[in-house]
């Protein structure tokens, strides 16, 4: 038996549908055969989000992610992941209310750098990820050192995922402009990049970049099946999984 993965989605459904389509594969890859992962998939409508962000209204968001949150674990989810990383922004409001691990996306993807034997490590992803604190701090916090774009690129790279990425566009021309923009981070002294927003997974893969790609995606999802199919598959043995916290 394996534990019940549970997804809090919709941030967009384009990167959710990523999220389920690696978990299984990913799963089906480890155990063979007919395998697939167990898992729930709740789906929060983006507009409600999108619209909390624009105003910075983060409390309300976090209580919406917390109530979706503990419908996953009512449900039987073992574990919680949060299928995007700008709302990552309250993730300890979600955390705080579930008894299930909570599996934090920056603490999964910065392992993946230091395993690398990165320290510098360049960051993509929405205005708010790259330009708050919450994202970044995570990270000084595993001793890695962050480099975000400039000021008109970080613009260029939120608009590609908000006007084009979440409504399912996938431009050839906005993938140039995101190498462009990895270029410069390793001119800068960038031993890696993150992809930090879910979305940038479907736009930018490793042989679009001149460094080392770490997809944040994917790697959340690698660590939730590590841990789904770890030994001693059972709900009351779930607790001592929050290895990120």
């Known amino acids: 038996m394996t534990r019940t993965i549970g997804l809090i989605g919709g941030m967009s459904w384009e990167s959710s549908a ?8 990913e799963t089906r890859r480890r155990l063979g055969g007919h395998h697939c992962a167990r ?3 709740l789906t929060v409508d983006f507009a409600e989000i999108e619209a909390m962000q624009r105003a910075g209204d983060w409390a309300a968001a976090g209580r919406t992610l917390a109530r979706a949150a503990r419908t ?11 299928c995007t990383n700008t709302m990552h922004r309250v993730a300890d409001v979600v955390e705080a209310k579930i008894g299930v691990p909570f599996l934090h996306i920056v603490d999964a993807t910065a392992s993946r750098i230091l395993s690398a034997g990165i320290t510098t ?3 993509l992803g929405t205005r708010f990820t790259m330009e708050m604190d ?5 990270m000084r916090a595993h001793g890695l050192e962050v480099v975000v774009p400039g000021e008109s690129d970080r613009a260029l790279v939120h608009d590609v995922i908000y006007r084009e990425l979440t409504m399912n566009r996938i431009e050839d021309a906005s993938r140039a402009s995101y190498r462009r923009v990895i270029s410069a981070l390793a001119d800068r002294g960038a031993q890696g990049v993150i992809l930090g927003c879910t979305e940038i997974t479907l736009l930018i893969g490793p ?3 001149p460094l080392p790609v770490f997809d ?8 939730a099946v590590d ?3 770890a030994p001693g598959a059972d709900r009351a043995a779930a607790s001592p999984l929050a290895t990120g916290r």
């Open 72 to 82: 996953l674990e009512g449900a039987g989810a073992d574990m919680v992941l949060l």
């Open 39 to 41: 898992s729930l998939l």
């Open 134 to 138: 919450f994202y970044r701090d995570r």
């Open 227 to 229: 841990l789904a199919l």
């Open 18 to 25: 990523e999220y389920y389509r690696l978990l299984n594969e």
């Open 121 to 123: 490590v360049g960051l």
């Open 216 to 223: 944040s995606t994917r790697i959340h999802v690698e660590r």
């Open 207 to 209: 042989g679009d970049s």
